[in-house]
């Protein structure tokens, strides 16, 4: 006789989505590991009493965000969900919103001002020759400008993530590179007559010189100025909107 499953069954049969909450739950109270089988298609039909149309449609999610995968003569098994992949779904559209993407630039902010421990921890003097040369050829090619020209922006920025030596960062960092197109397209034309509050437009080569001789605390200082102009553009629109509802 077949083992019954402990899942408690829905009420409303046509909800897929209900029935995706129910397997999940049912992975997470069972303490489910990567690698363990989930019970077939037909055992949670039965269970949940919806067809296995419905089972199948819901497990069919999970396996479309990394959860679930099948294997040959193991039939279902959880497995490791890779969590950049979805973004980068999506991302690939080019259909973010200007909003949406005004979000992330402010997510790149954080990032950008919360890793240099880590910078500090794992540079190498490769990582550092490299900077220097990213920063030597921008030197060449963009004299006398408070605004940095896309290629060189994320050649240095992309190099810093990658110092990091976080594999998740370093591929968040790749989802982020449609931002530096928006903010030069809808942010920099400010940056030219910003009036810093240092009196000192900061550099790439002024935070390669705090990479190389300062400390973490130095290295935020200079990273917060360089920074400054879509800090201080944020903060105003924030507070002339509102905390929640401010639009660019």
Same mark, same amino acid.
């Given at each position: ?25 049912? $992975? ?21 009493? +919806? ?17 679930? *995968? %099948? ?32 979000? $992330?630039?402010?997510?790149r902010l ?7 421990? !880590? ?9 550092? *020759?490299?900077?220097e ?11 006398? %400008? ?17 110092? %990091?030596?976080?594999l998740?960062?370093?591929r968040?960092?790749?989802?982020? !590179?449609? +931002?530096f197109?928006? +903010?030069?397209?809808?942010m ?13 437009? +900061? ?12 400390n ?33």
């Open positions: 006789m077949q083992k019954k499953i402990k899942i408690s069954p829905i009420e409303n049969l046509s909800l897929v989505d209900e029935v995706e909450i129910r397997i999940t739950k049912f $992975i997470k109270d069972n303490n489910l590991k990567i690698g363990d089988s989930i019970p077939k298609e037909l055992e949670f039909a039965e269970a949940l009493g +919806v067809s296995r149309t419905v089972v199948r449609e819901a497990i069919l999610r999970l396996r479309t965000i990394g959860i679930i *995968e %099948s294997r040959k003569h193991k039939g279902m098994v959880i497995t490791h969900p890779d969590i950049i992949q979805n973004f980068e779904k999506v991302l690939g559209t080019n259909l973010l919103g200007h909003q949406t993407l005004h979000d $992330i630039f402010e997510l954080i990032l950008e001002m919360g890793m240099a421990d !880590l910078l500090f921890a794992r540079k190498t003097d490769e990582d550092i *020759e490299e900077l040369r990213i920063v030597s050829n921008e030197e060449k090619n963009n004299h006398n %400008s408070t605004i940095f020209t896309l290629d060189f922006e994320v050649a240095f920025h992309s190099k810093l993530y990658m110092i %990091s030596n976080n998740t960062l370093q968040f960092q790749d989802l982020l !590179l449609p +931002v197109g928006y +903010v030069h397209a809808n920099l034309p400010d940056a030219e007559k910003f009036e810093y509050s240092s009196g000192k437009f +900061v550099t790439h080569r002024d935070l390669l010189t705090q990479l190389k001789e300062g973490p605390e130095s290295f935020r200082k200079a990273m917060r100025q360089h920074l400054e102009p879509h800090f201080e553009r944020i903060l105003k629109l924030i507070k002339k909107e509102g905390h929640n509802n401010y639009k660019i």
